[in-house]
């Protein structure tokens, strides 16, 4: 247990669907991040916000749409996906964004496009 | 370019001595991170280097050389619970203050 929970665990759906995967976290961190998580391949990073703010956006494609209404909880809303969007989605938090405050991460949302 | 390499996977032997290495070519250095993943799990924070040399923290270790982009984690006296895998990443701020660039990861397989 981290302290950072992600909701749904498993989650399928066709490529017409709209979804949110949502993450909160326990913590009092002020930055959070999601993740894409692919077999054999590194962690590619999606969003991260800091108080609540955007920083960092890494030319992600436009049907990933994230939410930050806190500093507690973030969303990603799901729309007209691929199945290449198929894989291991995380959410993580730090104390801060940047510098050498280690993230604790969500068990993840396993994410299956039809 | 920015490039993080790590061997996919090794096999070890419980009780043994297992060293799996992180080589890195980034623009910049502002730290690095090991984490471990077990299968179906989130990943878990082991250590942070931002200085040259060893960190020790129980029956894990972990080196760091800035000047030969080199770092290296150090199991000793494997349990089978070990077995997950291990990910590498650094920091490099002169792209981006909040990204880490993160290595594929090794699998890490121990035998009895």
């Known amino acids: 247990e981290t302290g950072v929970t992600q909701t749904p665990r498993h989650l399928v759906m066709g490529m017409t669907n709209k979804k949110s995967l949502k993450c909160e976290q326990h913590?009092?961190?002020?930055?959070m991040y999601w993740y894409k998580q692919s077999a054999k391949k590194p962690l590619e990073l999606m969003f991260v916000?800091?108080?609540?703010?955007?920083?960092e956006n890494n030319s992600v494609p436009s049907r990933f749409s994230p939410e930050c209404p806190n500093s507690s909880h973030l969303f990603l809303h799901l729309h007209t996906l691929q199945p290449e969007d198929s894989a291991l989605y995380l959410c993580?938090?730090?104390?801060?964004?940047?510098?050498?405050?280690?993230?604790?991460f969500g068990p993840g949302t396993r994410l299956t496009v039809t | 370019g920015q490039n993080i390499d790590q061997p996919t996977e090794m096999t070890a032997t419980e009780g043994a001595i297992v060293q799996i290495n992180c080589t890195y070519q980034?623009?910049?250095?502002?730290?690095l991170f090991w984490y471990q993943q077990h299968a179906g799990e989130a990943p878990t924070f082991l250590s942070y280097?931002?200085l040259d040399g060893l960190e020790e923290k129980g029956r894990f270790s972990s080196f760091l050389s800035r000047s030969k982009g080199y770092s290296y984690l150090l199991l000793k006296e494997l349990q089978m619970k070990d077995s997950a895998s291990y990910l590498c990443?650094?920091?490099?701020?002169?792209?981006?203050?909040?990204?880490?660039?993160w290595g594929a990861g090794t699998k890490l397989i121990i035998k009895p």
């Open positions: 913590l009092g961190h002020n930055a």
């Open positions: 280097n931002v």
């Open positions: 980034t623009s910049g250095f502002n730290g």
């Open positions: 916000y800091s108080l609540e703010e955007r920083v």
């Open positions: 993580a938090s730090s104390r801060a964004a940047g510098g050498g405050d280690e993230q604790y």
């Open positions: 990443a650094v920091r490099s701020p002169r792209d981006s203050n909040y990204q880490l660039i």
